[in-house]
């Protein structure tokens, strides 16, 4: 499963692109983002994403989760969303 990174600064519309691009190949996706900026672009993202995939009769469930990543050698807990289309 490819999981796309976001961060504080992404676009969340370039986010939800790419999130749909890889829905649209797998059914399946996985957003992880550290800090409550990259959590708030990362949900902007997802529903930005459900309102490019509707018109096609699919319909997305997100599940959040925790998950421990480690950054510049710091341990940091993520949310991770895994995406699935309906």
Do not use: C, Y
């Not at 986010?15 to 992880?32: F, H, K, S």
């Not at 959590?39 to 319909?59: E, L, S």
Request: aromatic share 4%; no cysteine; proline share 3%.
């Amino acid at each position: 499963m490819e999981v796309l990174k976001v961060s504080a600064k992404s676009q969340p519309k370039s986010v939800a692109g790419a999130l749909a691009g890889v829905l649209r190949e797998n059914e399946t996706a996985e957003i992880q983002a550290v800090g409550a900026a990259a959590v708030n672009q990362a949900v902007k993202a997802i529903a930005i994403t459900r309102g490019f995939v509707a018109p096609n009769g699919i319909d997305l469930v997100a599940v959040p989760a925790f998950s421990e990543v480690s950054i510049d050698g710091e341990q940091r807990t993520a949310i991770r969303f895994i995406v699935e289309a309906r």
